[in-house]
């Protein structure tokens, strides 16, 4: 194996461009269980982790380096609830954003409130520089995304107006170290509400029939909370897997979002 | 390829294997069989160690990576006949049964207390809430930990 301990991006690019095939780690918590359990060999390998510039924070633009115990302490209420929930203390200390993001699981804690704040994902190329692709354009499909083979995740960027009301919850078999069954993120604004779920479809996905139907209403009545919840169970595309059932993720998915719309409004 | 790392204020190097973890390093190679290796997936927490000031799971760490690194295992964990104050709580409440998770609860239960030497028992059960054990049903373990948090060790 080759393996490149990349001290700058530049130099992170620089290997990049010269193998695109090879491996990009961060926290590993998600590679070394694929090498661990699936015996996945990676051969060349160019770890992200040393790298400065990566781990910068602010509240427009997120490192792809910054870990979940960074982010739990963070100014974005809804992504600081999300990444309490990750793993567990083990996982959130080594566990970043760039490496939920890459993953693309549709189990992603990160990827709702992406959605939710209608993010960019910014990724960066020796040969062509940096783009920035709108969260709807990068996630494509199950654990994929329009990531070229020699470019790296640099940040998430975020737009400055974004609602401060944020509510994410998820559902899952048990409390600690649990993957979501399905995960919602809620913001309240000025201009409405924004309803984002995960693990209900291929990729994070913004509930908008229902967000539609909430922003025509003058006032949120227990009828209107009801049927918010009725048409996210019906717009989410989820499937059955060893995790849980169609049924009972589209019944989740109109609970959860129920249940945040209703908190937002405190 | 070779990897130098301190391990326990001691520089160690190995020779290690493409995509090897820093828990298998640990273990084979540099004859500190501590850290316990159960699960390799993050779930279980037996193979917690300190890497740079942070608690993490060694099995997720490739080795390759800890390359000038600074790791503290349970080993390192007090001193030369004396057992660390964390060790010393746990046997007084009977914490330990058959002990496999016991390293792992002493290394990410020490990094609680040097972080927060007062923890209150929510902040006990999360920062202990990536360590499983299958015997004591963790009473004693929390009591271990509660009596370390009022005399602030
Ligand atoms: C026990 C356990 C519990 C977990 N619980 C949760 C949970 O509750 N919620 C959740 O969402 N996830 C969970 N995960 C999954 C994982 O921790 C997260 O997805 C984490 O954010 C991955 O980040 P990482 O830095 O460790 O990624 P890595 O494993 O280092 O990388 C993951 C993938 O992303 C790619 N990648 C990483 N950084 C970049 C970059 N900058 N540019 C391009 N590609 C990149 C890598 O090549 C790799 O393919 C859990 C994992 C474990 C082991
Ligand atoms: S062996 Fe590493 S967490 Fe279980
Ligand atoms: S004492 Fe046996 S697993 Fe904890």
Redesign the pocket.
Known sequence: MEFVAAHDLDEALAAKAEQPDA????????????VNLVHHRPKQVVS?RRIGE?REVSSTRIG??V??SRLERGDHRGLAE?AR????P???A????????????P?????PWIAAADAAIE?RSKARGTRVVPWRDFFVGVKRTS?ERD????AVVVPDDIPEAQEFA?V?ARNA????TVSCLVMRGDDGFRIAL?SVAPTPIRATAAEGMLNAEAKITEAALDEVARVVSEEVRPITDHRSTEAYRRHAAGVLARRLVERSLR | MNVTITVNGEQRVADVAASESLLNVLRDDLDLPGTKDACE???CGSCTVILDGEAV?SC?VMAADAEGSEVTTVEGMGEEGHLHPVQEAMLAEGAVQCGFCTPGFVVAGAHLLETNPHPSELEIREALS?NICRCTGYGAILRAFETLSEEGT
């Open positions: 491996e990009l780690l961060a926290g590993g918590t998600d590679l070394m269980v694929e992200l990566l792809a380096g870990t979940w999300a929930t990750v793993g567990s083990q996982i959130r080594a566990g970043t954003i760039g490496g939920n993001v890459g993953t693309a699981s189990a992603g804690d990160g990827l990724v990531l470019e790296i995740i640099t998820k899952g170290m649990v993957i979501s995960g | 997936q993050g779930e799971c997720l990536g």
